[in-house]
């Protein structure tokens, strides 16, 4: 078929990484990407759920789509590794998904002990691996055919803030200010760098609160009056990953049913 314009909306052939890729927006990331027929390297702490993952990908689409490795990305040692692995299973790295992020209290009324190891630990896996991380990566995502993309999972706590939740709230805030401050560095490298802000969305990080309290804050909170689902937030950051999106650099785009919006 003759067509009246040029850019490419397909990721096929894509080398992707994308950490935290065992449960919630990971895995529905990591399958969405290899249903568009790019392939996928899964990294996440969980090693037995990762497995798994890339295994059902593998079931679909063949043996040479998902490759997977277990991970702490909050680790300097393991970050190298995985980045290695990476770049060596898949041949080189186009795309860097950082996902995984944690969620633990912090408050000011916490003891001193606890407070400080939920800080650290939040700090390190929601935005300083996202950094460490898209270093690595650079050379790889550089040369890529059709420019390499970082996509860096934020939250709506980028943009407002939940109690009790000083560490996250500051790690996602950081992770916007990377964001712009990586794609304005990285532009002239041929690397776009974007965020994606998800709401509330039906993942592990979320099972806990249980099906009546996130149906009430659903319909007090959200004009769609339910949580997203996460492949609702893993269509968005694969739409900043086509060649199409090329000219997007530095965006931040909330994906949370209108939550963000809503002054009611
Ligand atoms: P999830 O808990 O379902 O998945 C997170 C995955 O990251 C897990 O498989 C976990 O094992 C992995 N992980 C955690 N720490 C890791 C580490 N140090 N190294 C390697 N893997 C690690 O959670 P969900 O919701 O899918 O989270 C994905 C991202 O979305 C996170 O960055 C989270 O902060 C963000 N987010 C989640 C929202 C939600 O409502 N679920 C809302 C806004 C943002």
Not at 56 to 83: C, F, K, M, Y
Not at 111 to 118: G, I, K, Y
Not at 180 to 202: F, H, Q, Y
Not at 239 to 256: E, M, R
Request: proline share 3%.
């Amino acid at each position: 078929m003759t067509r009246l314009t040029r850019l490419s909306r397909s990721v096929a052939g894509a080398r992707v990484l994308v950490t935290g890729a065992a449960s919630g927006m990971g895995r529905a990331t990591a399958q969405l990407f290899a249903d568009e027929g790019a392939r996928v390297f899964l990294a996440d702490r969980n090693e037995v759920s990762v497995r798994s993952v890339a295994g059902e990908i593998a079931a679909v689409h063949g043996p040479q789509t998902a490759g997977w490795n277990g991970a702490d990305v909050g680790s300097d040692a393991e970050r190298r590794i995985l980045v290695a692995a990476a770049a060596e299973w898949l041949g080189s790295i186009d795309i860097l998904i950082n996902n995984a992020g944690i969620s633990r209290p912090s408050t000011v009324d916490m003891d001193d002990e606890s407070f400080t190891l939920n800080w650290d630990e939040t700090l390190a896996v929601n935005v300083s691996a996202h950094v460490h991380l898209a270093r690595l990566c650079l050379p790889l995502l550089s040369v890529a055919p059709h420019g390499g993309r970082i996509v860096n999972i934020a939250s709506t706590e980028a943009i407002v803030a939940t109690r009790g939740l000083s560490a996250y709230t500051a790690a996602k805030h950081a992770v916007v200010g990377l964001t712009k401050s990586l794609a304005v560095e990285l532009g002239r490298r041929n690397v776009t760098v974007n965020a994606v802000c998800p709401g509330p969305i039906l993942t592990g990080m979320t099972e806990a609160i249980g099906d009546d309290a996130r149906q009430k804050y659903a319909r007090r909170k959200v004009p769609l009056a339910r949580y997203g689902d996460p492949e609702e937030v893993a269509h968005m950051t694969l739409n900043l990953c086509l060649p199409a999106s090329s000219f997007v650099n530095g965006a931040t785009v909330v994906v949370d049913g209108g939550m963000s919006v809503s002054h009611t």
